[in-house]
T-cell receptor, first 114, second 112 residues
Framework: DSGVTQTPKHLITATGQRVTLRCSPRSGDLSVYWYQQSLDQGLQFLIHYYNGEERAKGNILERFSAQQFPDLHSELNLSSLELGDSALYFC?????????????FGQGTRLTVV | SQKIEQNSEALNIQEGKTATLTCNYTNYSPAYLQWYRQDPGRGPVFLLL?????KEKRKERLKVTFDTTLKQSLFHITASQPADSATYLCALTSDSWGKLQFGAGTQVVVTP
């Protein structure tokens, strides 16, 4: 158990809908990262938050947004969903930036868009 | 553009042998490089971190080397076991904060 909790584990929704994925980082970790992993694809970096502030952005679609709340949990919002958004979405946390310390990953949310 | 390249072909290896994986990168100047293990449908698990001033690092049966001149890291699993079968990912950052990016990973299959 990494200590990072993601909910829900599975989500099935229709095209055009909006969903929210939730991540609770390990106790004491200030950084939260979001990644997308499509079938047979690598981990694609989406966004990084540190202590409530956005620190780095990857190729995140405009239809996607995220935030980190004062209690350090984070939410990833995906809207106007398309079939191609079906993927595993991972959240990871680390104490500071993940360059010099390990990142701990949650078990992911599997999103299926039908 | 920045790239992290790992061998996309699966590495099939016999139990007891040493598996060697390669990670090459371009347009990065990382101070640190990390290796993770990922099992199907599960989140990656951290294995090792090596700093730019460290040539080699070991943890149990794992060994990592980091050559900033060649822009390459090698990851070795010695005395491999079937339980080592997984996908191994290298990761690094483009700056001191955030944007921890991963290679596509190399699948290792260890047969008894």
């Amino acid at each position: 158990d990494s200590g990072v909790t993601q909910t829900p584990k599975h989500l099935i929704t229709a095209t055009g809908q909006r969903v929210t994925l939730r991540c609770s980082p390990r106790s004491g970790d200030l950084s939260v990262y979001w990644y997308q992993q499509s079938l047979d694809q690598g981990l694609q970096f989406l966004i990084h938050y540190y202590n409530g502030e956005e620190r780095a952005k990857g190729n995140i679609l405009e239809r996607f947004s995220a935030q980190q709340f004062p209690d350090l949990h984070s939410e990833l919002n995906l809207s106007s969903l398309e079939l191609g958004d079906s993927a595993l979405y991972f959240c990871a946390s680390s104490f500071e930036g993940a360059d010099n310390t390990e990142a701990f990953f949650g078990q992911g949310t599997r999103l299926t868009v039908v | 553009s920045q790239k992290i390249e790992q061998n996309s072909e699966a590495l099939n290896i016999q139990e007891g042998k040493t598996a060697t994986l390669t990670c090459n990168y371009t347009n990065y100047s990382p101070a640190y490089l990390q290796w993770y293990r990922q099992d199907p449908g599960r989140g990656p698990v951290f294995l090792l971190l090596i700093r730019e001033n460290e040539k080699e690092k070991r943890k149990e049966r794992l060994k990592v080397t980091f050559d900033t001149t060649l822009k390459q890291s090698l990851f070795h699993i010695t005395a491999s076991q079937p339980a080592d079968s997984a996908t191994y990912l290298c990761a690094l950052t483009s700056d001191s904060w955030g944007k921890l990016q991963f290679g596509a990973g190399t699948q290792v299959v260890v047969t008894p």
